[in-house]
């Protein structure tokens, strides 16, 4: 079922594609989402905890981190990917033993965006692919022996569909806001961002992105269910040419 979602996305982007003749028009976004999470674990009929994880405790903990949004597209049709990528490290000291623990997780939305009246228009709607992996290693001590290694590997794949809407104030400045919802592997994600953008450079096609960003995911794996909110300020420069 994944590949033949995977070659039907990529058979609709190949024919949005090859609307129109004029050149493509690519934006590119790096961006820093400073965001809390808030974990909860439950069984069908009982709660049994969850934690809250601040952006400066994840500072501590980082090793890697890449956030990035690239698009590109031509005529009424466009593609992109927007990928989130964090590498995580912690050592924890226990009475008898210490755990270092080393979390890997990626989280990929692709697909294709349609755009009624053109690409770069006020409004596009969104249809393809999320992507949301967690691979976590644990490695447990006695003293300075290694005794025993542990790994969590998921992942899960969601088919995709939201819109984004921009409300133009001036020549300048704008609004930006997106708003989608997936399914599949998961049990269902939600995710919603504006950011006010405030357009610089010499011919005014670069903007500054400064707003805020809530992302809702909740997966099952033997009866229990793992929910996680993620949600904080996001900025970035949007490259567009």
């Known amino acids: ?8 996305l990529c058979l609709v982007t190949a024919t949005a594609l090859a609307d129109g003749t004029e050149p493509f028009q690519w934006s590119i976004t790096p961006y820093l ?18 934690d809250t994880i601040s952006f400066s405790d994840l500072l501590d903990q980082i090793d890697t981190a890449f956030m990035v949004n690239v698009e590109t597209g031509r005529g009424r049709w466009s593609v992109f990917a927007d990928l989130t990528y964090l590498e995580t490290r912690d050592t924890e000291q226990r009475p008898v033993f210490r ?45 300075d ?4 290694r542990v790994r969590d590997d998921n992942d899960y794949y969601d088919a995709l569909l939201g819109l984004r809407y921009r409300f133009v104030f001036s020549e300048r400045w704008s609004l930006d806001t997106r708003g989608d919802a997936s399914f599949g592997d998961s049990e269902g994600t939600l995710l919603a961002r504006a950011s006010l953008a405030y357009t610089v450079g ?9 707003g805020y960003q809530y992302k809702q995911m909740e997966f099952l794996e033997n009866d229990v269910t793992t929910e996680i909110r993620l949600q904080g300020p996001v900025a970035g420069f949007n490259f567009r040419f």
């Open 145 to 148: 022996a290694e005794v025993s």
């Open 1 to 8: 079922m994944r590949r033949l979602f995977a070659c039907l």
């Open 202 to 210: 010499a011919k005014r096609q670069n903007r500054i992105l400064i």
């Open 33 to 50: 989402w400073a965001s809390q999470t808030q974990l909860d674990l439950s069984l069908p009929d009982q709660a049994l905890g969850g």
């Open 99 to 143: 755990v270092e623990t080393r979390s890997d997780t990626t989280l990929l939305d692709t697909g294709v965006a349609f755009w009624p009246d053109g690409v770069g228009s006020h409004l596009s709607i969104i249809a393809g692919l999320r992507y949301s992996g967690f691979d976590n290693r644990y490695r447990f001590f006695l003293q």
